[in-house]
């Protein structure tokens, strides 16, 4: 069963950047899409950003376009956050799907479309 854990998180200025990390194990990562999501303050968990099994397919929201980048390095998933602002504060998820398929290029930003969730890390965007 995929195991993920987020890491990375914290406080940062506006217009500064993180790196989150997402650790996947307990499963064969080809068959998984892996894609970010946050939750702002008081609002619904929205997606950010997907990576396609076979990695070659990625999505973003239209709020992460030109900022953020995800990217894998073997066994974890990372998501680049750059210029950022208040309203990225958030609590950041990564999530796993399988509907996709094996070595697929294809992933969606959906989170009905994704049963493996990690416990979050929080993104706090303050001066």
């Known amino acids: 069963q995929l195991r993920l854990v987020e890491s990375g998180g914290g406080l940062v200025q506006p217009g500064g950047s993180l790196r989150l990390s997402c650790a996947a194990s307990?499963?064969?990562?080809?068959?998984?899409?892996i894609a970010w999501f946050r939750r702002p303050p008081g609002k619904e968990r929205e997606g950010v950003s997907c990576?396609?099994?076979?990695?070659?397919g990625t999505a973003y929201s239209n709020s992460a376009k030109g900022r953020f980048a995800i990217s894998r390095v073997n066994d974890i998933f990372y998501l680049d956050l750059n210029n950022l602002t208040r309203e990225d504060t958030a609590v950041y998820f990564c999530?796993?799907?399988?509907?996709?398929?094996?070595?697929?290029?294809?992933?969606?930003?959906?989170?009905?479309?994704?049963?493996?969730w990690g416990q979050g890390t929080q993104v706090s965007v303050a001066v």
């Open positions: 307990g499963d064969n990562l080809d068959y998984y899409a």
């Open positions: 999530a796993g799907s399988r509907k996709y398929g094996y070595g697929s290029s294809a992933c969606a930003i959906s989170r009905y479309d994704y049963n493996r």
């Open positions: 990576i396609s099994s076979r990695g070659g």
